[in-house]
């Protein structure tokens, strides 16, 4: 167990619909991330927050967003899905956003469109 | 950014074979360098990690060294077992800057026989 838990844990939903994804990151870390893995992607960078304040941006589209909260959860919420956005989407949170510490992901949501 | 290269599988042994998993990367400066495992149906763990050149990080038998001059950090283990089934993952952070992300290599399934 990482520490890190992710709500839910299986998303079922049809396209041009929106959801919301949770984390929260492990006690005392205040750096968050997100992740989308997919089988013709791989692993992608999505986004990174740092103490309530987005940090670095990857490959997120535009219809994607997140946000930190004071209590450091984050939500990424993906709207108007598409068929292309099934994936399993993982968050990691990190101690402080330092290139030397180790991120420790959560169980992921696996996403499906219909 | 940073980038990093791992060989493709899938890599299937029989038990208490002696594993190799070939990681290269490209980095400006030398940055700390990741194994991620993902067992089946489950997130990311930290599997080791090294943070400069020459260091050997090692965990459950696993072991991996820093070469700068090869600029390689390939994983070993002496003798795997049938519960090393997994997708191995390479990753190093993207970048110098303040946005710690991580890049990850595309992966090497690894698939342990009795």
Same mark, same amino acid.
């Given at each position: 167990?990482?520490? %890190?838990?992710?709500?839910?844990?299986?998303?079922?939903?049809?396209?041009?619909?929106? %959801?919301?994804? #949770?984390?929260?990151? #492990?006690?005392?870390?205040?750096? %968050? &991330?997100? &992740?989308?893995?997919?089988?013709?992607?791989?692993?992608?960078?999505?986004?990174?927050?740092?103490?309530?304040?987005?940090?670095?941006?990857?490959?997120?589209?535009?219809?994607?967003?997140?946000?930190?909260?004071?209590?450091?959860?984050?939500?990424?919420?993906?709207?108007?899905?598409?068929?292309?956005?099934?994936?399993? &989407?993982?968050?990691?949170?990190?101690?402080?956003?330092?290139?030397?510490?180790?991120?420790?992901?959560?169980?992921?949501? #696996?996403?499906? %469109?219909? | 950014?940073?980038?990093?290269?791992?060989?493709?599988?899938? @890599?299937?042994?029989?038990?208490?074979?002696?594993?190799?998993?070939?990681?290269? !990367?490209?980095?400006?400066?030398?940055?700390?360098?990741?194994?991620?495992?993902?067992?089946? $149906?489950?997130?990311?763990?930290?599997?080791?990690?090294?943070?400069?050149?020459?260091?050997? $990080?090692?965990?459950?038998?696993?072991?991996?060294? !820093?070469?700068?001059?090869?600029?390689?950090?390939?994983?070993?283990?002496?003798?795997?077992? @049938?519960?090393?089934?997994? @997708?191995?993952?390479?990753?190093?952070?993207?970048?110098?800057?303040?946005?710690?992300?991580?890049?990850?290599?595309?992966?090497?399934?690894?698939? @342990?026989?009795?």
């Amino acid at each position: 167990d990482s520490g %890190v838990t992710q709500t839910p844990k299986h998303l079922i939903t049809a396209t041009g619909q929106r %959801v919301t994804l #949770r984390c929260s990151p #492990r006690s005392g870390d205040l750096s %968050v &991330y997100w &992740y989308q893995q997919s089988l013709d992607q791989g692993l992608q960078f999505l986004i990174q927050y740092y103490n309530g304040e987005e940090r670095a941006k990857g490959n997120i589209l535009e219809r994607f967003s997140a946000q930190q909260f004071p209590d450091l959860h984050s939500e990424l919420n993906l709207s108007s899905l598409e068929l292309g956005d099934s994936a399993l &989407y993982f968050c990691a949170s990190s101690r402080s956003g330092l290139a030397k510490n180790e991120q420790f992901f959560g169980p992921g949501t #696996r996403l499906t %469109v219909l | 950014g940073n980038s990093v290269t791992q060989m493709e599988g899938p @890599v299937t042994l029989s038990e208490e074979a002696f594993l190799t998993i070939n990681c290269t !990367y490209t980095a400006t400066g030398y940055p700390s360098l990741f194994w991620y495992v993902q067992y089946p $149906g489950e997130g990311l763990q930290l599997l080791l990690k090294a943070t400069k050149a020459d260091d050997k $990080g090692s965990n459950k038998g696993f072991e991996a060294t !820093y070469r700068k001059e090869t600029t390689s950090f390939h994983l070993e283990k002496g003798s795997v077992q @049938v519960s090393d089934s997994a @997708v191995y993952f390479c990753a190093l952070p993207r970048g110098n800057n303040a946005g710690n992300m991580l890049t990850f290599g595309g992966g090497t399934r690894l698939m @342990v026989k009795p």
